[in-house]
């Protein structure tokens, strides 16, 4: 079992930048990938970022340019450097596991405008 916390989430401006953090219990080595998801309100979870063990990454088109995933495997935590916020970004932001399912409890992200 490996459990992930995420933090970093709080409320920002419109064009300004947030970094959140996910922290596994756990090697997050033996994962085929890392993910970052968000769920906004009334809407269903979707993807903005993940990466591979081999440090590939993938972005929707909604985040590409913006968003920015990376990895430490020394810390067994995965990051996510959101820049150019929008409030159309407010969401719960969660980090996933790939390869064995795991999904953090999330933190909140608030964009005002």
């Known amino acids: 079992q490996v459990q992930l916390v995420e933090s970093g989430g709080g409320l920002v401006q419109a064009g300004g930048s947030l970094r959140l953090s996910c922290a596994a219990s756990g090697s997050i080595f033996s994962f085929s990938g890392m993910g970052w998801y968000r769920q906004a309100p009334g809407k269903q979870r979707e993807s903005v970022a993940f990466i591979g063990s081999g440090g590939n990454t993938n972005y929707p088109d909604s985040v590409k340019g913006r968003f920015t995933i990376s990895r430490d495997n020394a810390k067994n935590t995965v990051y996510l450097q959101m820049n150019s916020l929008k409030p159309e970004d407010t969401a719960v932001y969660y980090c996933?596991?790939?390869?064995?399912?795991?999904w953090g409890q999330g933190t909140q992200v608030t964009v005002s405008s």
């Open positions: 996933k596991t790939y390869g064995r399912t795991y």
